[in-house]
């Protein structure tokens, strides 16, 4: 099982970023895995950000994002996608994409297994 989260970079405030999380050895197909997106600054805890979840494809995100923030999947690529519009200073962390067995997962200790993680840094 691999998850390899790619996309962060450096943008301005008000900009976008897409993140993507290529996934092998399990399928992101509805009725078998949640798959969602954490973050984390420097010297704070993980932060929850958004899921899609195990089945129907029902959507969830953290209150600091909601309305600005779209997680997304595609089957056929197998990937997740985490759009990031109206972003902030403080959207500034290393983003984290994980996979859960539960279907509406929002804990870290939900998922079971993670990625790498992929730098975003927005400028004020």
């Known amino acids: 099982v691999q998850l390899q989260a790619s996309g962060g970079g450096l943008v301005q405030a008000g900009g976008s970023l897409r993140l993507s999380c290529a996934v092998s050895g399990f399928t992101v197909i509805y009725g078998t895995y949640a798959m969602g997106w954490f973050r984390q600054a420097p010297g704070a805890e993980r932060e929850f950000v958004a899921a899609i979840s195990r089945t129907g494809g029902q959507t969830y995100y953290g209150d600091s994002v909601k309305g600005r923030f779209t997680i997304s999947r595609d089957i056929a690529k197998n990937t997740v996608f985490l759009q990031m519009n109206n972003l902030k200073p403080e959207d500034t962390a290393v983003y984290y994409c994980?996979?859960?067995?539960?279907?509406?997962?929002?804990?870290?200790?939900?998922?079971?297994?993670w990625g790498q993680g992929t730098q975003v840094t927005v400028s004020s």
């Open positions: 994980a996979r859960s067995r539960y279907n509406s997962p929002s804990l870290p200790g939900e998922y079971d297994f």
